[in-house]
């Protein structure tokens, strides 16, 4: 069983600053990519940023030089680090992974979800 659990979202303020994190844990034979998207009330899930094998990093065009994905491959995490926060960025934020268990092939696995909140 895999889990990916996320943490560091929050309230801040237009201009500021999170970084969200996301540890993948369970019967982990290889990782090929990690990222994050996020929904906002009323629209669709969206890509934020991903990072992986073959890809390098990838980023949405509305975070390109503001947000930083990072990876720590010996603990199976993922980083998202947001800087110049804006109101649109207000929405849930998940973590994404597609991985391979010691049981199945690559599949695309999500975390629960945590909540960034910016305000004006």
């Known amino acids: 069983q895999v889990q990916l659990v996320e943490s560091g979202g929050g309230l801040v303020q237009t201009g500021g600053s999170l970084n969200l994190s996301c540890a993948a844990s369970?019967?982990?034979?290889?990782?090929?990519?990690m990222g994050w998207y996020r929904q906002a009330p009323g629209k669709q899930r969206e890509l934020v940023a991903r990072?992986?094998?073959?890809?390098?990093?990838n980023y949405a065009e509305s975070v390109q030089g503001r947000f930083t994905i990072s990876r720590n491959n010996a603990k199976n995490t993922v980083y998202l680090q947001m800087n110049s926060l804006k109101p649109e960025d207000t929405a849930v934020y998940y973590c994404?992974?597609?991985?391979?268990?010691?049981?199945?092939?690559?599949?695309?696995?999500w975390g629960q979800g945590t909540q960034v909140t910016v305000s004006s």
């Open positions: 990072i992986g094998n073959f890809i390098g990093t």
């Open positions: 994404n992974a597609v991985l391979s268990t010691y049981r199945s092939a690559p599949s695309n696995y």
């Open positions: 369970g019967s982990i034979r290889s990782i090929n990519a």
